[in-house]
């Protein structure tokens, strides 16, 4: 098994521009997540998905969109991008119900001009 | 709203000496608590986790882990510390019945051999 995969690892983007992160999980777990990372700041919940079907709002969501295409995949998108979203997002997948172990993704590193 | 307080932001170590790193959280209702462990240049990994039961958790590589209820803290342990455990470590908490993750902002270890 993968685990959960993302895609891309880097990306450069110039104010304005759109991009989205895709997230990929084999584990047929449920919930899905997306988080960023900025130093000192600790991980700050974007979105989630509790299941298929469903996205709910994080701590962070402003400037942001999600998808839940199906149970595997939860894409992020950035309509506008601005340099305060340069950081580092990390996808995340939990399978056993309600507070279960998370998985992470190896990380996108985005920097945004 | 749920918080989560990691007090230590930068810890140095020699090998060899004991190691507590604290965290406190916010949420006067049932919880469930983590610590995550990320290593430089990889993604987040489970150390351990409380669910109910023994307040004392043992987790991977030596580490534990014991929920004081009564001071909301979650603290994590190791006797022993080796230069490998150089990384940098997150408490979580969800709440029952929600599927949301709550981290602190993390405490960079570094062990020195």
């Known amino acids: 098994n993968a685990g959960v995969t993302q895609t891309p690892k880097f990306q450069v983007l110039k104010t304005g521009q759109s991009m989205t992160l895709q997230c990929a999980q084999d584990?047929?777990?449920?919930?899905m997540y997306w988080y960023r990372q900025d130093p000192g700041m600790g991980l700050r919940l974007i979105y989630y998905?509790?299941?298929?079907?469903?996205?709910d709002k994080g701590e962070v969501p402003n400037g942001y969109n999600v998808s839940r295409l199906n149970k595997r995949e939860f894409s992020l998108r950035l309509e506008s991008a601005a340099p305060s979203q340069t950081s580092v997002y990390f996808c995340?997948?939990?399978?056993?119900?309600?507070?279960?172990?998370?998985?992470f993704g190896p990380g996108t590193r985005l920097l945004v001009l | 709203a749920q918080s989560v307080s990691q007090h230590n932001h930068h810890v140095i170590l020699s090998e060899a000496a004991s190691l507590e790193l604290g965290c406190n959280y916010s949420?006067?209702?049932?919880?469930?608590l983590f610590w995550y462990v990320q290593y430089p240049g990889q993604h987040l990994q489970l150390l351990l986790k409380?669910?109910?039961?023994?307040?004392l958790v043992k987790g991977i590589k030596g580490f534990e882990a014991e929920f004081i209820k009564s001071k909301f803290s979650f603290n994590l342990r190791k006797p022993s510390v080796q230069w490998s455990d150089t990384a940098e470590y997150f408490c979580?908490?969800?709440?029952?019945?929600?599927?949301?993750?709550?981290f602190g902002t993390g405490t960079r270890l570094k062990v020195l051999a």
């Open positions: 995340a997948s939990t399978g056993s119900g309600v507070a279960g172990t998370q998985y």
């Open positions: 409380y669910f109910s039961g023994d307040p």
């Open positions: 584990m047929n777990h449920n919930s």
């Open positions: 998905s509790a299941s298929e079907g469903t996205t």
């Open positions: 949420y006067g209702g049932t919880v469930n």
């Open positions: 979580a908490v969800s709440t029952s019945g929600t599927y949301k993750y709550i």
